[in-house]
């Protein structure tokens, strides 16, 4: 079991960044993924962006340009905040998986094991 702790979010204006994190610990993988998806206030998921062991990211049309994810450090950096981007930030390990399949789906509770989420907030 792999535990995750996010941090990095916050309230900021409109075209502003933020770069969030997750700390994992636990028995960790090689071939891993690692992804991020959101919820909104109605709790819908939403996939935002993941990567792979091997480097590969990929991110949803939503978020495309303007949110960058990598394989060294597994934080999304998020630029030009809009404010449908607000939400409930979560991280998501799973292993054995890659980040084109875990962008279709992470959101189901099966994909692996999930942190609790960091909110953010666009105005």
């Known amino acids: 079991h792999v535990q995750l702790v996010e941090s990095g979010g916050g309230s900021v204006q409109a075209g502003g960044s933020l770069v969030l994190t997750c700390a994992a610990s636990?028995?960790?993988?090689?071939?891993?993924?690692v992804g991020w998806f959101r919820q909104g206030p109605t709790n819908e998921r939403e996939a935002v962006a993941a990567v792979d062991s091997t480097g590969r990211a990929y991110y949803s049309e939503a978020v495309k340009g303007r949110f960058t994810i990598s394989k060294q450090t597994w934080f999304p950096q998020m630029r030009n905040l809009r404010p449908e981007d607000t939400g409930l930030y979560r991280c998501?390990?799973?292993?054995?998986?890659?980040?084109?399949?875990?962008?279709?789906?992470?959101?189901?509770?099966?994909?692996?094991?999930w942190g609790d989420g960091t909110q953010v907030t666009v105005s």
């Open positions: 998501a390990y799973s292993w054995n998986v890659s980040a084109r399949t875990a962008l279709e789906t992470i959101i189901r509770p099966e994909f692996g094991c």
């Open positions: 636990g028995r960790l993988y090689d071939n891993w993924c």
